[in-house]
Each structure stands twice: as C-alpha cells, then as structure tokens.
C-alpha cells in the first residue's frame, strides 16, 4: 500500500518525503485554501517535491467545465492527478479525460455503488472517505472493505486510496484490507511512527552506549560522535 499525505502545507510534504515512504499527495480545496502560497505555484512546488501522483482537484459538477479543468490541471505536471468529486457529471468527465489518458481521482465515494460507477468510468483511483463516514455513524471500514472486495471479483484496475483517515488503526486496516493507497493528514503520518516503548528504548540505549563509549576502545568516528 502506498503511503500518501493529505496536505497542501510544503513544509509537511517536505517533511514528509524526507522519510523516504512518501508515494503521493492529495490535495483538496479545503487544504489548498489554508495555504498563503498562490494555487498554481504551490501545487507546481508539491508536484516537484514528491515522487508519485499529486491529485489537484476541480471545482464543478458540469462535464464539459471539468473536462477543460482537467486538461489544464494535468498540464501542471507530469506527476499531475485531475481530482474530481462524484457526481453524473463529473463521471462523463472522468470517462472523457481517462479515454485521453488523463489520471482522474474521483472523490467524495462514501458507497461501494460510487465506487462500481467510478471504476466503470475508467477513472485511475476512487477516493473513499472513511472519517467522515465513521463521523456520521457509519463503519467507513466496511464500506472501504466492500470496494476492495468488489474491484477484486470484478477485476477493475483503479486504485482504491483510503481517504479522511483519523488515526494509525485506520491506515493499519486499509493495508488489511488491500487498498491500494492510503492518504492521510501529517500528524497521522507522525503517529504512524510513534511508539512509547520506541522511544523509552531508545533513550535507554543512548544512556547505555554514552555509558559504554570509555571503555569500547576505538570507535568509527562517526559513532565516536553519536
Ligand atoms: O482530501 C480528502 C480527504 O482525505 C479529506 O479528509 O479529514 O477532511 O475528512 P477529511
């Protein structure tokens, strides 16, 4: 599963891709809007940072607007993902820029049904929200698992990106569940990472080795200096 972080802040996805597992980026009106950066050359920055798609979303429900949306959005860059939310028409949009072979990443999917007419639209990656279904009362979970088993018995070839994830157990699941991108918010991404006993370990292994240090001979210089 790819790891992808959802955010339009430069330092986080630079943050981010240091770790060397960054995959991808997903943006949203709502992530670019935060940013004091202007649109097209924070997304530009963001495309040339990460080595992986850069989902940069539309603004509309009409086919046609979207279409001319996407051509210009998948000009910004060669790593350039032309976002769409789930509507009719933005599935005729879908259809017209995947027959030109532009990625398209239909979002805003909270049902397996959003999730067959996405994939059947030959969009690149369905993006199913997870948190928000989980904030109404519904298992975002489950609903993640039927379009994962569904793409599987029909043998669709969009990527499933598990989206509006809240916490590790969500990205744990996802993987589990054989999405095949998971996004999620930067202080997701740092969690994924923390653990208290990592941490007690390895300030109990510091003390130990400054402890050891006098007594180990010659050191590796660089060891010398830890
Ligand atoms: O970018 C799409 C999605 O991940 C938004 O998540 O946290 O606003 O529900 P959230």
């Known amino acids: 599963m790819k790891l992808s972080i959802d955010s339009a802040n430069l330092d986080e ?7 060397g597992v960054l995959r991808g980026v997903t943006t949203n009106p709502t ?7 202007g ?12 080595d992986g798609d850069v989902s940069i979303e539309t603004s509309s429900d009409d086919t046609d607007l979207l279409v001319r949306q ?10 350039a993902v032309v976002k769409i939310a789930m509507s009719p028409g933005g599935l005729g949009a879908c259809r017209i820029l995947s027959d030109e072979g532009i990625k398209v990443n239909v979002t805003l999917a ?31 979970l489950r609903v993640l698992s039927d ?22 157990v969500h990205v744990v699941e996802s993987a589990r569940m054989g ?22 370990g390895f300030e109990r292994f510091t ?17 010398q200096e830890a």
Not at 147 to 168: D, F, K, M, N
Not at 179 to 200: G, N, S
Not at 212 to 217: D, E, F, Q, S
């Open 13 to 19: 996805i630079r943050k981010a891709a240091a770790w």
């Open 31 to 37: 992530l670019i809007g935060r940013e004091e950066t």
């Open 39 to 50: 649109f097209l050359p924070l997304v530009k920055e963001i495309c040339s940072i990460v």
């Open 70 to 79: 996407g051509h210009e959005i998948a000009q910004i860059a060669d790593n």
């Open 110 to 140: 909270f049902t397996a049904s959003q999730a067959i007419l996405a994939a059947e639209a030959g969009a690149y990656i369905v993006s199913p929200f997870l948190g928000r279904l989980d904030d109404i009362s519904t298992d975002g």
């Open 147 to 168: 379009i994962c088993e569904i793409y599987s018995v029909q043998g669709y070839e969009t990527q499933v990106l598990s989206a509006s994830l809240r916490h590790p």
């Open 179 to 200: 999405a095949d991108i998971a996004t999620m918010p930067f202080k997701v991404f740092e969690a994924l990472v923390r653990h208290p006993l990592t941490d007690a």
């Open 207 to 223: 003390d130990d080795w400054e402890a050891a240090k006098p007594h180990l001979g010659e050191l590796p210089p660089s060891m």
